[in-house]
């Protein structure tokens, strides 16, 4: 009962007309930047991100919920006209929603990927509320030993589970880690790592770490391999009332469903993220598909858009659970959201609910209420999303390196942190030109300096002793956990790596042939 007052609470704030406002406006904002090609939601929020500085802590949260949902669903209009995912989590749409949206149906396409979204957001939303409470208050219970396994989990399974490779992963891990520990160390005074510059004495800024790798270096990255030709975009016809036929309504309904339980548990642990969602929800649905629907798979089937969708959106609310009650970023946009949380000075974690409830509660609304003003917004606005899509390359990555340039001088207000801005956009762009993920790097030197006061707080309880690292049922059930996590994981990625393999070409005969003995089948 103290959770659904709260929650009212929530609401009361969030339904403030200044912050419906701010949602409104990250809502657009986010969905804007995130409908262009190549831009990721991590990047978008990377590149929204200095908008908020202006604005008071609770306003800037708000906003940011909306930027976040927004970022997450602009990703789908990409993938379906432009057959250009902006992360690996919307391949999926990509391959079903393009071959729907080539074969004229792009608007059925577009709505069975805002409903899943409005309809999983929600869902998750709700079990977001239901149980991370109950997260914190088991939180709150951890020592520090605790505290340094979840952190270890965290690193691991981040390090490992992100990109192709493991041990890339791993690699981009260790460089984050050791850009955590550059500045002054706390307990005895000294610099580290600093090379006797003076502008490195208190670190490197998260939000120009995340900036340079998200925004810059993605930027630099996708500029460079999207040089030449116009966007061959596949165009939107007809009112937003008649896109979904009934037959369409019937195919999806049961997709979100289990798409929405298939995405929120594994956003909620650090097992491979939306995009291992996303590829299940996909495998399941071939799976469960009946003749002649099964064979559309590969040749626009609805279906392989409205569950990953709905896994998508389900998955991103189910990375706040371990975000806001432990204080873990699990992803990239994970990443990129608790950089702004320490912008404003807040620490995610179990202390979060008892010391700001009244912050917490006033984000988990705004997210019901980001996810309405989701759905009302884009399905009549999908045409005006389309044409934002031909901007000319040009103007939109100059604007990107402009917005990631205003964002790295906007953390501390100096020329230095521009210079420090472009060296890691070379390093996150390089990076990318050669497989390594860029997530684990951000995860790293977020997490470093935590997990390094929690290790010495565990050390000088046990005067140096390192079995107490494991001395306790929580830290061994947790390290017990990373086990079964890493197994899991790697199962999951293979998995999604066979069937990213058998993706199949398109065949315009075959998707003409077997779509209309699905449109006679459903007549």
Known sequence: ????????????TALQPQYLLYAFIGVLLGTAVGVLPGIGPAMTVALLLPLTYTLDVTSAIIMFAGIYY??????????ILLNTPGESASIVTALEGNRMARMGRATAALATAAIGSFIAGTIATALLTLFAPFIADFAITLGPADYFALMVVAFLTVG??????????????????????VGTDTLTGQARFTFNIPNLGDGIDVVII?????????????GSRMRHGELPIIP??????????????????KPWLRGTFIGFPIGS?????????????????????KEPYRRQFGKGAIEGVAGPEAANNAAAAGVLVPLLTLGLPTTATAAMIITAFTTYGIQPGPLLFQNQPALVWALIASLYIGNIVLVVL???????????????RPYLYAGILVFAGLGAYAANFTVFDIGVLLVLGLVGFFMRRHGFPVAPMVVGSILGPMAEEQLRKAMAISQGDPSYLVHSPASIVIYAS??????????LKRRQARYEASIPTVDTTAIRTVDAEVNSYDR
Request: aromatic share 12%.
């Open 269 to 289: 642990i650090p097992a491979g993220g939306a995009d291992v969602a996303t590829f299940l929800s996909y495998a399941t649905e071939k799976k469960l598909a």
């Open 210 to 222: 995340a900036v340079g790798l998200f925004a810059l270096g993605e930027a630099l990255y996708v």
């Open 482 to 491: 990373l086990a079964a996590l890493l197994v899991g994981g790697f199962w």
């Open 236 to 253: 939107v016809s007809g009112s937003w009332r008649s896109w979904m036929k009934k037959s369409d309504w019937k195919r999806s309904w």
């Open 160 to 181: 490992a589970l992100m990109g192709g490779s493991p041990l890339r992963g791993l690699v981009s891990l260790s460089v984050g880690l050791f850009l955590g520990l």
């Open 1 to 12: 009962m103290d959770s659904l007052q709260l929650l009212m609470d929530g609401f009361a």
């Open 378 to 392: 884009n399905l009549p606005l999908v045409g005006m999303w389309a044409k934002v899509l031909r901007i000319p």
């Open 70 to 79: 927004g970022g997450m669903y602009g990703g789908s209009t990409t993938s």
